[in-house]
T-cell receptor, first 113, second 117 residues
Framework: KQEVTQIPAALSVPEGENLVLNCSFTDSAIYNLQWFRQDPGKGLTSLLLIQSSQREQTSGRLNASLDKSSGRSTLYIAASQPGDSATYLC????????????FGTGTRLQVFP | DAMVIQNPRYQVTQFGKPVTLSCSQTLNHNVMYWYQQKSSQAPKLLFH???????NEADTPDNFQSRRPNTSFCFLDIRSPGLGDAAMYLC????????????????FGPGTRLTVL
């Protein structure tokens, strides 16, 4: 059974810091891994999608890496801003079960001015 | 420009009174999903439609049902809501090829927050 864990559960940092969010998964037979952002009381917004054959993806100040063999992904946020405050969720799709996203419980990030 | 629309955004119902949540999409995606998300928890997949094929998760209570009358619309029916069903309900869509060899990212709606009194 695939399990997805995110550490830390919550993080509070001053504006401008570079930070790393961690995601680990127990079964390396994944199709892809995605990072989502969720603002309080809102739906999810896809940030980055990494296919299983890829090692990283970048979008603006965000960089996500994937190491399938160790079952780990990191989301790097450069020069954090208060507008980055949200919950960040990682999710994997398993091979041969591509309909289903398996989510971690998220990291709640607060960036204060 | 909205792609996945959920109505209503907030729904209040009474214990045991049936309620229907709706989702529509302008993306023409063939797969639609319903998730339940309780406070500080990860979204939990309830079921999804692959075109008209309904796929129920094994642990989804019988109290929850769904309809997809056409590509654009999907409904979540809760027959007899209990206090434990209060949650955010998220609809999502994706495009998946019919061989199952690839799947696009899922696009989420803003959610409907259900309160059960």
């Amino acid at each position: 059974k695939q399990e997805v864990t995110q550490i830390p559960a919550a993080l509070s940092v001053p504006e401008g810091e570079n930070l790393v969010l961690n995601c680990s998964f127990t079964d390396s037979a994944i199709y892809n891994l995605q990072w989502f952002r969720q603002d309080p009381g809102k739906g999810l917004t896809s940030l980055l999608l990494i296919q299983s054959s890829q090692r990283e993806q970048t979008s603006g100040r965000l960089n996500a890496s994937l190491d399938k063999s160790s079952g780990r992904s990191t989301l790097y946020i450069a020069a954090s801003q208060p507008g980055d405050s949200a919950t960040y969720l990682c999710a994997v799709i398993k091979i041969y079960n591509t309909d289903k996203l398996i989510f971690g419980t998220g990291t709640r990030l607060q960036v204060f001015p | 420009d909205a792609m996945v629309i959920q109505n209503p955004r907030y729904q209040v119902t009474q214990f045991g009174k049936p309620v229907t949540l709706s989702c529509s999409q302008t993306l023409n995606h063939n797969v639609m999903y319903w998730y339940q998300q309780k406070s500080s928890q990860a979204p939990k997949l309830l079921f999804h439609y692959y075109d008209k094929d309904f796929n129920n998760e094994a642990d989804t209570p019988d109290n929850f049902q769904s309809r997809r009358p056409n590509t654009s619309f999907c409904f979540l029916d809760i027959r007899s809501p209990g206090l434990g069903d209060a949650a955010m309900y998220l609809c999502a869509t994706s495009r998946e090829d019919y061989s199952g060899k690839w799947t696009d990212t899922q696009y989420f709606g803003p959610g409907t927050r259900l309160t059960v009194l």
